[in-house]
T-cell receptor, first 115, second 116 residues
């Protein structure tokens, strides 16, 4: 299995630019999660989807952040406009009670630096 | 509300000695408990989980954890530490959610440093 695939792995962008992070979950998984990791705040859940429907977006920091899951094999996390405080590692993860027994598997992360 | 506490920011242990990384949780109902490991510049890797059944759970790389309901704890253990075990360890909790996976709430992480 290829695992959860995220792109880009690294991105450096200027403040004010739009950033789009992409995720392909493990085939057959019906839950998808976006987490953010920073030194100050640790691992934070931003949003998660079940069967392509957003279930809980209470962790999305503000309106500059948006996430979509147009189909079972693709999701995006968009930041517009980006700010230096958005610099972090963004992880996508996926799971399924039947396929993974509720274990959530993580991608390698997208390392974002906003200058 | 769900929460996880990892009381130690760092644990230091000599190679060959047993190690314990502590975790306590707070959740209503029956918890699902997980341990993940993160190596530098990498994603989180699943180590082991407790869903139901035997309180002692065995996982990858020789790690194990014991679910203690009365103490609401799920400490990670290994009988003999290796230098290669040095990494950041996260405990996490979720609750059953029927036909889909519920969200994981993570602790703050414990840095394990194994000295040769």
């Amino acid at each position: 299995d290829a695992g959860v695939i995220q792109s880009p792995r690294h991105e450096v962008t200027e403040m004010g630019q739009e950033v789009t992070l992409r995720c392909k979950p493990i085939s057959g998984h019906n839950s998808l999660f976006w987490y953010r990791q920073t030194m100050m705040r640790g691992l934070e859940l931003l949003i998660y989807f079940n069967n392509n429907v957003p279930i809980d977006d209470s962790g999305m920091p503000e309106d500059r952040f948006s996430a979509k899951m147009p189909n079972a094999s693709f999701s995006t996390l968009k930041i517009q406009p980006s700010e230096p405080r958005d610099s972090a590692v963004y992880f996508c993860a996926s799971s399924s009670p039947g396929v993974s027994g509720n274990t959530i598997y993580f991608g390698e992360g997208s390392w974002l630096t906003v200058v | 509300a769900q929460s996880v506490a990892q009381p130690e920011d760092q644990v230091n242990v000599a190679e060959g000695n047993p190690l314990t990384v502590k975790c306590t949780y707070s959740v209503s109902g029956n918890p699902y408990l997980f341990w993940y490991v993160q190596y530098p510049n990498r994603g989180l890797q699943f180590l082991l989980k407790y869903i139901t059944g035997d309180n002692l759970v065995k996982g990858s790389y020789g790690f194990e954890a014991e679910f203690n309901k009365s103490q609401t704890s799920f400490h990670l253990k290994k009988p003999s530490a290796l230098v290669s075990d040095s990494a950041l360890y996260f405990c996490a909790v979720s609750r059953p959610a029927g036909g889909a996976t519920n969200k994981l709430i993570f602790g703050t992480g414990t840095l394990l440093a194994v000295q040769p």
